[in-house]
């Protein structure tokens, strides 16, 4: 069965504390990856598309990477409004939902 | 610029009662979509539209019914609710197809007792 994990499930850093979430897919054949980011109380709202292998995308203090069965991203110097669920979406061939969404990383800044 | 537009925001039902989500989008998108959050699970694809009058599953469309005879609007219907359908949904829409960037809608918190 095809999944995506992201881990950590939560995560705690102090302002300026960099660090990276990971999405790891099971299944070869990835056509796209994306990445949403999730305030409480709100729906997800999109942040980077990475197609192949070697892509990086940059947003501000994000940036998204990707190989062949994972991707990260990697906040540098993050500050408090930057706390939020960080999620990944993957579009399969294989998938019949058309794209399978992990279950997020909650990262939370602490001043 | 309202985007896409849900409502309730909440909504409390009892069992086996008929609940309708609204949703609305003023980006005259042609896709459409419904998914359901719950803990530990992400979020999972309910039913999805191509355009008007066009309609499809997604992973976990038992005991819903969508219809879309507008473009701009996307009504989810619970036909007899159950406690297994307590969750958040989100109504999204694309413009490019079914397998690009979404724009997802703030969410109706739905509760059945």
């Known amino acids: 069965e095809d999944q995506v994990t992201q881990s950590p499930e939560a995560l705690r850093l102090q302002e300026g504390e960099s660090s990276s979430l990971n999405c790891s897919y099971t299944v070869s054949g990835l056509r796209g990856l994306f990445w949403y980011r999730q305030d409480p109380g709100k729906g997800p709202e999109f942040l980077f598309t990475?197609?192949?292998a070697g892509e990086e995308k940059e947003k501000e203090r994000l940036k998204a990477t990707l190989t062949k069965k994972e991707s990260f991203l990697h906040i540098t110097a993050p500050k408090p409004e930057d706390s939020a669920t960080y999620l990944c979406a993957v579009d399969l061939p294989s998938s019949a939902s058309k794209i399978i969404f992990g279950s997020g990383t909650r990262l939370s800044i602490r001043p | 610029d309202a985007g896409i537009t849900q409502s309730p925001r909440y909504k409390i039902t009892e069992t086996g009662r008929q609940v309708t989500l609204m949703c609305h989008q003023t980006w005259s998108h042609s896709y459409m979509f419904w998914y359901r959050q719950d803990l530990g699970h992400g979020l999972r694809l309910i039913y999805y539209?191509?355009?008007?009058?066009?309609?499809d599953k997604g992973e976990v469309s038992d005991g819903y019914v969508v219809s879309r005879s507008k473009t701009e609007n996307f009504p989810l219907t619970l036909e007899s609710a159950t406690r297994s359908q307590t969750s958040v949904y989100f109504c999204?829409?694309?413009?490019?197809?079914?397998?690009?960037?979404?724009?997802f809608g703030s969410g109706t918190q739905l509760s059945v007792l």
């Open positions: 539209s191509a355009a008007a009058d066009i309609t």
């Open positions: 990475l197609y192949s």
């Open positions: 999204a829409s694309s413009p490019q197809g079914i397998n690009e960037k979404l724009f």
